[in-house]
């Protein structure tokens, strides 16, 4: 069982940054990968990036590609969501979740934290 708890949401102005949070106790094992979702107003949940445990491999959903950059800190069991260049269509829920690497589905997921883009 793994837990997770996000933090780091707020009001922002376009073009602006931000810095996500997600806590992770329980059993954290090599082989698990590490994503980040979202869910604006309106919308489906959609895959924002994703990071493996082990060797930090990293992948990008386009829109957010370039401006944004997920990272890990195996110490402190915490993964990371920098936003910078902040735009409006980013306004959304945010939520990190983990699975293993050879799974499909997440498994595990955050209870989210708002993320409020201002044009």
């Known amino acids: 069982q793994v837990q997770l708890v996000e933090s780091g949401g707020g009001l922002v102005q376009t073009g602006g940054s931000l810095r996500l949070s997600c806590a992770a106790s329980?059993?954290?094992?090599?082989?698990?990968?590490m994503g980040w979702f979202r869910q604006g107003p309106g919308k489906e949940r959609e895959f924002v990036a994703a990071?493996?445990?082990?060797?930090?491999?990293?992948t990008y959903a386009d829109s957010v590609k370039g401006r944004f950059t997920i990272s890990r800190d195996n110490a402190e069991n915490t993964v990371y969501l920098q936003m910078n260049s902040l735009k409006p269509e980013d306004t959304a829920v945010y939520y990190c979740?983990?699975?293993?690497?050879?799974?499909?589905?997440?498994?595990?997921w955050g209870q989210g934290t708002q993320v409020t883009v201002s044009s």
């Open positions: 990071i493996t445990w082990s060797d930090g491999f990293t």
């Open positions: 979740a983990v699975k293993r690497d050879v799974a499909v589905k997440y498994p595990y």
């Open positions: 329980g059993r954290i094992f090599s082989s698990y990968v």
